[in-house]
């Protein structure tokens, strides 16, 4: 069992930047995969971002690949996701989720999330 708290949301114009922060508690935070997905109002939740247990595979959407960034320091139990350049269609609820069983070999769906948190806000002003 993971539980995963996340932070770091705002208010920002367009072209500014954020970093949002996940601490995770439980043990086996170094071997899970982890990511972020976000949710917007009246659409449907989009898998953003996802790393490998060791942090050497990143894995990005479409939409966000080249202005976003996820990073791992397992020494803290912390995922961050490094956002620049952001728009407002990038407005959302962005949750920290994790994944058991090892390494991913790809950006992740929201159904292999095992656990998440109660999502951060994000709104980009234009």
């Known amino acids: 069992q993971v539980q995963l708290v996340e932070s770091g949301g705002g208010l920002v114009q367009a072209g500014g930047s954020l970093r949002l922060s996940c601490a995770a508690s439980g043990r086996t935070f170094s071997s899970y995969a982890m990511g972020w997905f976000r949710q917007a109002p009246g659409k449907e939740r989009e898998s953003v971002a996802t790393i490998s247990w060791g942090g050497g595979h990143t894995y990005y959407a479409d939409s966000v690949k080249g202005r976003f960034t996820i990073s791992r320091d397992n020494a803290k139990n912390t995922v961050y996701l490094q956002m620049n350049s952001l728009k407002p269609e990038d407005t959302a609820v962005y949750y920290c989720?994790?994944?058991?069983?090892?390494?991913?070999?790809?950006?992740?769906?929201?159904?292999?999330?095992?656990?998440w948190g109660q999502g951060t806000q994000v709104t980009v002003s234009s």
């Open positions: 989720a994790s994944h058991r069983g090892g390494s991913a070999r790809y950006l992740l769906t929201i159904a292999e999330y095992d656990y």
